[in-house]
C-alpha cells in the first residue's frame, strides 16, 4: 500500500516510489476571521458545487457533523430529501436516531440499512476483492450496504461527509486531546493535524500508545468514535 501522496511510476520493469504532496507544503496562515458567519459561507459554496446533478442525490446521514454539515446546506435543495444510514444495534454501531433527529429538521428522511449476518462472510470476500486489501474496519461494510440500498431506490449519488470530523473536531477523541492541552497548557499538537510533525507532540500525552494506524483504532474504540 502506498503512504498518502505518493505515486508508484512502473517503467522498463523497474518501478519507484516518490512523494508528490506533503501537508507542510500546501499549508499557510488563514485569514483570521473565525467568524460563523464566514466559515458557513464556505460551507456552503463547497457543498453547492456538489449539487449539480442529472441523476437524483442522496446523503450518507450518520448523524454525525460530517453528514450533519451535508444535510444541513443541502437539504431540502434540488430535491434532496432522503438519507441513508446504517444501523446493527447488536454490534454497538447505531446512529439512525440521531440521524433523523438532525435531518428531520432539514426536510431529509432517513431510511435504515441494515445487513443480515449471515451475509457478512461472502460480503466480507466480495469486498476485499474490490478494495485488492483486507478491509481495516466494518464501516466499509455499511458504506457498502447504504450504497447498494440506495442504488436500488433509484440513487446513483450520494453526498458524503467525508473529512467533516476531522476538519470540525467531531470525534470524541478530539476533545479528548483537548481536555489533555487544556490540562498542560501545551498546545504544540495544533501545529498541524495527524501528520509527521504533530504526532510526537500529541504522544507526549499518551506514553502508552504508539501513533499509527493502530493507535487510531484504539483510540476510535476507547472514545465511540
Known amino acids: 500500500e502506498l503512504p498518502p501522496g505518493h505515486v508508484l511510476r512502473r517503467r522498463n520493469g523497474r518501478h519507484e516510489v516518490r512523494e508528490?504532496?506533503?501537508?507542510?507544503?500546501?499549508?499557510?496562515?488563514?485569514?483570521?476571521?473565525?467568524r460563523q458567519e464566514r466559515i458557513g459561507g464556505i460551507l456552503g459554496k463547497a457543498v453547492e458545487r456538489?449539487?449539480?446533478?442529472?441523476?437524483?442525490?442522496?446523503?450518507?446521514?450518520?448523524?454525525?457533523?460530517?453528514?450533519?454539515l451535508i444535510t444541513v446546506f443541502a437539504g431540502g435543495r434540488r430535491g434532496i430529501d432522503r438519507g441513508f444510514s446504517f444501523r446493527a444495534p447488536d454490534r454497538a454501531y447505531d446512529e439512525l436516531e440521531d440521524a433523523r433527529a438532525l435531518s428531520g429538521a432539514f426536510g431529509v428522511s432517513v431510511d435504515e440499512v441494515g445487513i443480515p449476518e449471515e451475509d457478512v462472510p461472502d460480503l466480507l470476500?466480495?469486498?476485499?476483492?474490490f478494495y485488492d486489501e483486507p478491509l481495516p474496519r466494518p464501516h466499509h461494510l455499511a458504506a457498502?450496504?447504504?450504497?447498494?440500498?440506495?442504488?436500488?431506490?433509484?440513487?446513483r449519488v450520494l453526498l458524503s461527509g467525508?473529512?467533516?470530523?476531522?476538519?470540525?473536531?467531531?470525534?470524541?477523541?478530539?476533545d479528548e486531546l483537548g481536555q489533555e492541552m487544556s490540562r498542560t497548557h501545551d498546545t504544540s499538537p495544533l501545529v498541524f493535524a495527524h501528520?509527521?510533525?504533530?504526532?510526537?507532540?500529541i504522544a507526549r500525552f499518551f506514553h502508552d500508545r504508539r501513533f499509527g494506524n493502530a493507535y487510531r483504532f484504539w483510540c476510535a474504540e476507547r472514545t465511540h468514535g
Open 20 to 34: 508528490f504532496w506533503e501537508l507542510r507544503s500546501g499549508a499557510g496562515e488563514g485569514e483570521g476571521d473565525p
Open 50 to 68: 456538489q449539487l449539480m446533478s442529472d441523476v437524483p442525490l442522496g446523503i450518507m446521514s450518520s448523524g454525525g457533523i460530517d453528514s450533519g
Open 125 to 129: 470476500a466480495q469486498l476485499t476483492w
Open 144 to 155: 457498502y450496504a447504504i450504497s447498494r440500498q440506495a442504488r436500488a431506490e433509484g440513487f
Open 162 to 174: 467525508e473529512g467533516g470530523d476531522e476538519l470540525f473536531a467531531g470525534y470524541a477523541r478530539y
Open 195 to 201: 501528520n509527521r510533525v504533530a504526532l510526537p507532540r
